[in-house]
């Protein structure tokens, strides 16, 4: 179950959002988080704390469709003991080159491994490989941990 708040009425809408990388990341539905799939996205919110190591609670909010033809989903995101609603993060989970980054104001946390904003947008060839594909691939490797943990414990807790 993660850090997933309580359910909220799920609906379903057409709206086209056409890609804007100067729109702001993660929380505008123009530049949203890209993910290879739906279950990285439950990990990487299962992961996500705001920047003051407060840890984020989210509730799936609503999917529409991208201009690139994607499923996007909406969730929302509050602090744990609040019903407010600090903002919407948006993902497009269908983008098998996406490279994990995250939102001002948050944090990723895996193990010991932290990804920052700042982090998150620069190059990782530098520091894990020349293809710039090691970044991803160990942020990949930690989300996959983190699920199959999860999958382990709720088949011993049910």
Do not use: W
């Not at 993910?35 to 003051?52: H, R, W």
């Not at 190591?53 to 799936?60: F, N, P």
């Not at 529409?64 to 033809?69: E, N, P, V």
């Amino acid at each position: 179950m993660g850090k997933e708040g309580e359910s909220q009425t799920v609906f379903f809408f057409n709206a086209v959002h056409p890609h804007d990388d100067s729109a702001d990341f993660g929380t505008d539905p123009k530049n949203p988080i890209q993910l290879p799939n739906i279950p990285m996205a439950y990990a990487y919110l299962d992961s996500l704390y705001f920047e003051d190591g407060t840890d984020a609670i989210y509730a799936r909010v609503s999917t529409c469709h991208t201009d690139t033809g994607h499923t996007m989903d909406v969730y929302s995101i509050k602090r744990p003991g609040s019903d407010e609603i600090v903002c919407h993060l948006y993902f497009d989970c269908y983008v098998q080159d996406a490279k994990p980054h995250v939102p001002k104001g948050f944090y990723i946390k895996t193990g010991d491994h932290v990804v920052r904003p700042a982090e998150s947008r620069r190059s990782c060839s530098a520091t894990n490989s020349s293809s710039g594909k090691g970044c991803l691939l160990s942020f990949v490797l930690t989300i996959g941990s983190l699920m199959v943990a999860s999958i382990v414990i709720r088949s011993i807790v049910f």
